[in-house]
Nanobody
């Protein structure tokens, strides 16, 4: 069982930056691929980015590529999402998720993930 708690959301002006954190419980955090998803009002939850066990493989949605960076610290059981050059369309609730995956795996589908956090709100004003 893995419990995930996101933090770091808030209100920011367009062009600004935020850093989200996701703290995970459990001793096997390093065996999980970790992903970030987001859900804007009235829209379906969508994939943002994922990082594999070691942090050596990452994958980004086209909409955030070049602006967002995912990283992880397995010693701290934490995954991060650095968001730069934020746009109003980035406004959403951001969720982290964990999947007990193969070491090279970078899953991008909602149904592939086993555990989810409660989400943290990000609002980008224009």
């Amino acid at each position: 069982q893995v419990q995930l708690v996101e933090s770091g959301g808030g209100l920011v002006q367009a062009g600004g930056s935020l850093r989200l954190s996701c703290a995970a419980s459990g001793r096997t955090f390093s065996r999980y691929a970790m992903g970030w998803f987001r859900q804007a009002p009235g829209k379906e939850r969508e994939f943002v980015t994922v990082i594999n066990w070691s942090g050596g493989r990452t994958y980004y949605a086209d909409s955030v590529k070049g602006r967002f960076t995912i990283s992880r610290d397995n010693a701290k059981n934490t995954v991060y999402l650095q968001m730069n050059s934020l746009k109003p369309e980035d406004t959403a609730v951001y969720y982290c998720a964990a999947e007990r995956a193969a070491s090279w795996s970078t899953p991008s589908k909602i149904g592939e993930y086993d555990y989810w956090g409660q989400g943290t709100q990000v609002i980008v004003s224009s």
